[in-house]
């Protein structure tokens, strides 16, 4: 069956960087549109980025990201990566990565047919 498995979520400085990461198996890994959410306590899951699969292009991300937060895959290793930098107290969040069954990007995490078990991302001021 279809796994995802996060890591490198931690403890942080605001101002401070992370590199997440998010291994899949079980799936067609370079056919699969990927995203990255994340839910902070008391609030609705909330999409931070994604990128298509192979032969479509597009790595859109969330405007509180932006200009911060960069996703990328290797398709060779079955990975996708967050890096974020800058790193705000407002990011503070679980992160999730998901998988769509389709090379096309969406922000609806309802469009998603796989979630891993999340990495919580803290950052203190």
């Known amino acids: 069956q279809v796994q995802l498995v996060e890591s490198g979520g931690g403890l942080v400085q605001a101002g401070g960087s992370l590199t997440l990461s998010c291994v899949a198996s079980?799936?067609?890994?370079?056919?699969?549109?990927m995203g990255w959410f994340r839910q902070a306590p008391g609030k609705e899951r909330a999409f931070v980025a994604a990128?298509?699969?192979?032969?479509?292009?597009?790595?859109p991300v969330a405007n509180s990201v932006k200009g911060r937060f960069t996703i990328s895959r290797d398709n060779a290793k079955n990975t996708m990566f967050l890096q974020m930098n800058t790193l705000k107290p407002e990011d503070t969040a679980v992160y999730y990565c998901?998988?769509?069954?389709?090379?096309?990007?969406?922000?609806?995490?309802?469009?998603?047919?796989?979630w891993g078990q999340g990495t919580q991302v803290t950052v203190s001021s």
């Open positions: 998901a998988a769509r069954g389709s090379m096309i990007w969406s922000r609806a995490p309802s469009s998603y047919a796989y």
């Open positions: 079980g799936m067609a890994f370079n056919r699969a549109a």
């Open positions: 990128i298509t699969g192979i032969f479509t292009s597009g790595t």
